[in-house]
T-cell receptor, first 110, second 113 residues
Framework: SQELEQSPQSLIVQEGKNLTINCTSS?????LYWYKQKYGEGLIFLMM?????EEKSHEKITAKLDEKKQQSSLHITASQPSHAGIYLC??????????FGKGTRLSVIA | ETGVTQSPTHLIKTRGQQVTLRCSSQ?????VSWYQQALGQGPQFIFQ???????GRGNFPPRFSGLQFPNYSSELNVNALELDDSALYLC????????????FGPGTRLLVL
């Protein structure tokens, strides 16, 4: 079965700094989803990547998919307190359901 | 367009009891998936319903069961609750297309004492 490993597990950055979160799959990635979750709440869809080399941006968040490395990265530019939360990557093995990583907990300090 | 809603938001039960959680899918979506998220973990797939029939199941025992109604809303039922069932239960709705995006509800937090 497909497994997703996220790194780092947690991250504390100063407001205004850039950061990167990685998601590595144990199998070929046919699609990769990024979600954000505030503690104890539902998942907010950020973006979906389908093709190798694809890059998408949503406000100050950019995600890329590297099919050869079976990896996706999420990059936040000039972090703000509103970026704090848990970032989860999810993969679609062939169709639903989604398989998720354990998440990366991001804290942004002033 | 309404989003995914879940009820109740919080619930406390004791071991051995039964619980029913509810989910209303986003307008235009006919597929509902349920996930269990333990503290510090990613969501784990429980099962999916499409047009009122179960359409895939994760590694959960039969005491986890569900229903989908003609309006595509859904219920998750858990019998004989165990302490390890304490978790955030999330439902997600989507349309029946390959690589469709799933939209999640706010979740129901269940505590089993």
């Amino acid at each position: 079965s497909q497994e997703l490993e996220q790194s780092p597990q947690s991250l504390i950055v100063q407001e205004g700094k850039n950061l990167t979160i990685n998601c590595t799959s144990s199998k070929t990635l046919y699609g990769l989803y990024w979600y954000k979750q505030k503690y104890g709440e539902g998942l907010i869809f950020l973006m979906m990547l389908q093709k190798g080399g694809e890059e998408k941006s949503h406000e100050k968040i950019t995600a890329k998919l590297d099919e050869k490395k079976q990896q996706s990265s999420l990059h936040i530019t000039a972090s703000q307190p509103s970026h704090a939360g848990i970032y989860l990557c999810g993969a679609n093995p062939g169709n639903t359901p989604l398989v998720f990583g354990k998440g990366t907990r991001l804290s942004v300090i002033a | 367009e309404t989003g995914v809603t879940q009820s109740p938001t919080h619930l406390i039960k004791t071991r051995g009891q039964q619980v029913t959680l509810r989910c209303s899918s986003q307008s235009g979506h006919n597929t509902v998936s349920w996930y269990q998220q333990a503290l510090g973990q990613g969501p784990q797939f429980i099962f999916q319903y499409y047009r009122e029939e179960e359409n895939g199941r994760g590694n959960f025992p039969p005491r986890f069961s569900g229903l989908q109604f003609p309006n595509y809303s859904s219920e998750l039922n858990v019998n004989a609750l165990e302490l390890d069932d304490s978790a955030l239960y999330l439902c997600a709705s989507s349309s029946r297309k390959r690589m469709e995006t799933q939209y999640f509800g706010p979740g129901t937090r269940l505590l089993v004492l």
